[in-house]
């Protein structure tokens, strides 16, 4: 696990935290770039193995309390790996061919390109890892429950660049060694497996209509419809075309965009046009999508967390909230949403509120790195140098670094404090 110096949730004062967008299913991309690189390095499993790997997988273990402890300790070690970026040590806590069994399961993709498909997968995800694309975060672990009939841990992620999400691990027991074998990403409320498929079914649109039609579910005219819809935003997103996408997909039917894999195209568009900065229509549509969404991923999503930063620009501090306690209910709590709830109230000024979500996060999670820069700008506020102070001796304690004027000036909140008699003594100490 990351232990890291503080840093503001937002660079905006306004908004107070800043939730960043983090793919949605992670690996989907690794099925892409393994097709279009033609990366197929890997021998397929024949059908007999793959036979017997899928009554396997059908067989899952039962959690069961004396499994708990052993599962966060195997989180622990993950994370540990993840940490040191160690790729290869992370890959000998999953099971790819397991995963695979469950991407694949249905797809009857003809010839040439099912194996091609195949192999690309499988030699693409063991080449960049599971877990790549956040290996700069903060993770850990929050609890054990059952998601999909298997035993899951739950992982918080504080990406380094700012913002929260959860993922659970599905873990299948290969004789003693616990192995990850899916992800379930909160943020849409789905599998990494079944995203996988879904992308996958993009790629056979123009080549293999019957496996794409069977992958997604669809009959009748309506294959055609999304065949062409699929075509049109594979287009505009590998072109970096958000604009032409968001268009394209308000042309479709209605029965088009209410199907997962359009909107999904949609919306993490219509994400990368506000984070760029963009027009009030596109904003304003924004809202709209993310409230939209747990209609179309399900009630699991957290798109919720999307929806914070959109809410605090327009000051809505109380509908903030009560987003953020959805987002806690969902998870099954979570410390850092503490932190995430203070920041709100911080904007609001209510003070006593503040300090109120401190003491339940330090009372939770006491080495929670992101409740010390919260700390700091509440002494700050309330101009209680002396706490500040030792606030920041506790952070030198901790993290061997010394917050001094260079770095304390770069935030207006810290003008009058830097003036007091506390900081000057402060400073002394420290020459």
């Known amino acids: 696990m990351h232990s890291t110096p503080p840093v503001r949730p937002g660079t905006n004062d306004k908004r107070g935290c800043m939730i960043a967008l983090i793919v949605g299913g992670i690996g989907v991309a690794l099925l892409i770039a393994a097709v279009v690189g033609g990366v197929f390095v890997l021998p397929m499993l024949n059908p007999s193995s793959e036979a017997v790997l899928s009554k396997k997988l059908a067989a899952a273990p039962k959690l069961t309390e004396e499994m708990k402890p052993k599962l966060m300790d195997f989180a622990e070690d993950l994370i540990s790996e993840i940490s040191n970026g160690d790729m290869a040590a992370v890959n000998t806590f999953c099971d790819y061919e397991a995963l695979a069994a469950r991407v694949f399961e249905g797809v009857e993709a003809g010839g040439l390109t099912g194996i091609q498909l195949r192999q690309g997968f499988l030699s693409s995800i063991e080449k960049q890892g599971y877990f790549s694309e956040i290996a700069d975060a903060d993770l850990r672990p929050l609890r054990v429950i059952e998601r999909d009939g298997f035993p899951a841990v739950t992982l918080r992620i504080l990406p380094s660049s700012g913002g929260v999400n959860y993922i659970d691990l599905l873990i299948w027991q290969n004789e003693d060694a616990f192995k990850v074998i899916d992800m379930h990403t909160y943020l849409y409320g789905s599998l990494s497996s079944t995203d996988t498929r879904d992308m996958l079914a993009a790629v056979l649109a123009g080549s293999d209509q019957q496996a794409f039609a069977k992958i997604l579910g669809i009959s009748g005219e309506n294959v055609k419809e999304l065949v062409a819809a699929v075509q049109t935003l594979n287009e505009k997103a590998q072109a970096g075309d958000q604009e032409g996408l968001v268009e394209a997909y308000r042309g479709f039917p209605v029965e088009v965009q209410k199907l997962r894999l359009p909107f999904m195209r949609y919306l993490t568009a219509l994400q990368q046009l506000n ?94 790195v992101a409740v010390v820069d919260l700390k700091l700008s509440y002494h700050a506020k309330t101009q209680d140098y002396a706490a500040l102070v030792q606030e920041l001796k506790d952070f030198q304690v901790r993290f061997g670094t010394r917050l001094g004027r260079a770095e304390l000036s770069q935030e207006a909140q810290y003008e009058e404090f830097l003036k007091s008699d506390e900081f000057a003594a402060y400073e002394k100490q420290g020459e």
Not at 278 to 298: C, L, M, S
Not at 332 to 348: A, S
């Open 275 to 368: 984070s760029a900065g963009a027009n009030e229509d596109h904003a304003a549509a924004y809202r709209e999508a993310i409230q939209k969404a747990p209609t179309v991923f399900g009630t699991d999503a957290t798109t919720d967390l999307l929806l914070v930063d959109e809410l605090l620009l327009r000051e809505s501090y109380d509908a903030a909230i009560e987003t953020v306690n959805r987002v806690d209910e969902t998870i099954g709590g979570d410390p850092y949403l503490h932190v995430l709830r203070g920041w709100i109230f911080f904007q609001k000024g209510q003070m006593a509120d503040v300090m109120r979500c401190i003491a339940l996060a330090d009372q939770e999670e006491p080495e929670l």
